[in-house]
T-cell receptor, first 113, second 111 residues
Framework: DAGVIQSPRHEVTEMGQEVTLRCKPISGHNSLFWYRQTMMRGLELLIYFNNNVPIDDSGMPEDRFSAKMPNASFSTLKIQPSEPRDSAVYFC???????????FGEGSWLTVV | QKEVEQDPGPLSVPEGAIVSLNCTYS??????FMWYRQYSRKGPELLMY????GNKEDGRFTAQVDKSSKYISLFIRDSQPSDSATYLC???????????FGKGTHLIIQP
């Protein structure tokens, strides 16, 4: 199994630009999570989907952030416009029906300058 | 008070020592407790998974949950330099919920 696949692995962008992060969950998993990790705040849950439907987006910091899951094998997290304080590692994770084990991708390292 | 508290360390111990890592939490609804290990510039990987109170052992790793004290622990026996990483506790009310993480403890095992 290829695991959770995220792209890009690294992104450096200028303030005000749109950023799109992509995720392919593990095949057969029906829940997908987006987390953000910073030194100051640790790992924070931004949003999670179950069967492609957003269940809890209370962690999305503000309207500049949006997430979609158009099908079971693809999700995007978009930031528009980006700000320097959005610089962080963004992780996508997925789990199956039992929900016992959440598998993480390698992360997308975002730097906004 | 944060929902999950974890000492960031660093915690430095000699090879072969027993390591104790801990988290406290405030939300009594948490029932599922996990420990993740994260190497530098990698995603977290699941080490241990425990439901409700009790102990669970897997090789050199033992996880303990005390719900009455809202306190969880991870013990590593015969620690190895390869155990050097950041250890994150995580918990949730339901198995399919998103996890609430501690900030992680940076562990260094000295050869």
């Amino acid at each position: 199994d290829a695991g959770v696949i995220q792209s890009p692995r690294h992104e450096v962008t200028e303030m005000g630009q749109e950023v799109t992060l992509r995720c392919k969950p593990i095949s057969g998993h029906n829940s997908l999570f987006w987390y953000r990790q910073t030194m100051m705040r640790g790992l924070e849950l931004l949003i999670y989907f179950n069967n492609n439907v957003p269940i809890d987006d209370s962690g999305m910091p503000e309207d500049r952030f949006s997430a979609k899951m158009p099908n079971a094998s693809f999700s995007t997290l978009k930031i528009q416009p980006s700000e320097p304080r959005d610089s962080a590692v963004y992780f996508c994770a997925s789990t199956g029906q039992a929900g016992n084990t959440i598998y993480f991708g390698e992360g997308s390292w975002l730097t906004v300058v | 008070q944060k929902e999950v508290e974890q000492d960031p360390g660093p915690l430095s111990v000699p090879e072969g020592a027993i390591v104790s890592l801990n988290c406290t939490y405030s939300n009594s609804a948490f029932q599922y407790f996990m420990w993740y290990r994260q190497y530098s510039r990698k995603g977290p990987e699941l080490l241990m998974y425990t439901y409700s109170s009790g102990n669970k052992e897997d090789g050199r790793f033992t996880a303990q949950v005390d719900k009455s004290s809202k306190y969880i622990s991870l013990f590593i026996r015969d620690s190895q330099p390869s155990d050097s990483a950041t250890y994150l506790c995580a918990m949730s009310p339901l198995s399919a919920d998103g996890l609430t993480f501690g900030k992680g403890t940076h562990l260094i095992i000295q050869p």
